[in-house]
């Protein structure tokens, strides 16, 4: 069955550095990944996504890296800021009517 | 453009009792899911309507059930609730169409059940 897991549960960065989130998808027949930012008390909020044709997509301060030859997906965010601080999802889909399947989430915390 | 829009935010239940929560997605969308988030289990899929048909379900028992209205807005419903039931209930919508496809959900705050 489909499955989204995360490799690191928290990750805490300084501010200013890089942060890298991962996550590996099980189903190689997945063809759209989203990522989601999910601040305290509020809804999942879209970042970024990237289909299977793309190895990379970049938006402001995010780069989403899909590699599907060891079915690893990572968010990539440039010079965090303690904004930042949240719990991030990955996600995966099937083509079709299908649902998004959530992984169990990071939680970045940035240190001022 | 208003958001999706999810009542009550907070309640609180008792066990045996039952519960209707209610989302009202952004206009024009036609897609309405249901995620169950826990901190043990994350974002669960609950089920999915289009056009007031449910076309996806997830592995949840038979006590979670949802229904849409001609005018997209959805409401779901636990019966005979369990301590297990607490979460937060959140609702999104999109663009899908009938054929499903790709995008994004935009999702609501969320509805943040406790049953004692």
Known sequence: GESVGLHL?????????NSIINCAYSNSASD?????????????QFIIDIRSNMDKRQGQRVTVLLNK???????????????DSAVYFCAEKLSGNTPLVFGKGTRLSVIA | KAGVTQTPRYLIKTRGQQVTLSCSPISGHRSVSWYQQTPGQGLQFLFEYFSETQRNKGNFPGRFSGRQ???SRSEMNVSTLELGDSALYLCASSTR????GSGELFF?????????
């Open chain 2, 97 to 100: 169409t009938s054929g499903g």
């Open chain 2, 108 to 116: 609501g705050e969320g509805s943040r059940l406790t049953v004692l």
């Open chain 1, 9 to 17: 549960p928290t990750l805490s960065v300084q501010e200013g550095d």
């Open chain 1, 69 to 83: 030859t060891v079915k690893h997906l990572s968010l990539q965010i440039a010079a965090t800021q303690p904004g």
């Open chain 2, 69 to 71: 209205f001609s005018n």
């Open chain 1, 32 to 44: 759209y990944f989203i990522w989601y930012k999910q601040e305290s008390g509020k809804g999942p």
